[in-house]
């Protein structure tokens, strides 16, 4: 008994882990920057002076701690990419749109791992 209840709550985090992914191309990000051949919204969960320091093109500040009283405007089935300095706010920020109910959600992790140029001030 105790190991088919560990079996389902693994396959549930299991699931769960599987709504949110990780965007690990940072080439296919800049693709979609440039082409935007599909509706998304690129979200900079970091604080407004970091954000201020330099961000990825398109990206909008929402920082982590204010996204549930000022979500994306987005439908909820668009697709929404999150990143942040290192990854851990980036991840926090991609379970609350998940919780929230946005179905697309997709963490870049760290600014860093981009390629391109940033929007400096």
């Not at 985090?13 to 935007?36: H, M, N």
Request: hydrophobic residues 40%; glycine residues 6%.
């Amino acid at each position: 008994m105790l190991l088919l209840a560990a079996g389902i709550a693994a396959a549930a985090a299991a699931g769960s882990q599987d709504s949110q992914q990780a965007y690990y191309d940072p080439q296919e990000l800049a693709q979609l920057i440039e082409r935007q051949h599909e509706p998304y919204v690129l979200i900079d969960v970091r604080r407004p002076d970091e954000y201020a320091s330099g961000h990825i093109p398109t990206a909008v500040n929402i920082p982590v701690d204010s996204l549930t009283e000022h979500p994306p405007e987005a439908l909820k089935d668009t697709k929404v990419i999150v990143y942040c300095l290192a990854g851990s706010r980036s991840a926090r920020a991609g379970r609350i749109l998940l919780d929230m109910g946005f179905t697309r959600v997709t963490d870049f992790e760290s600014f860093r791992r981009w390629e391109g140029e940033l929007i400096l001030p």
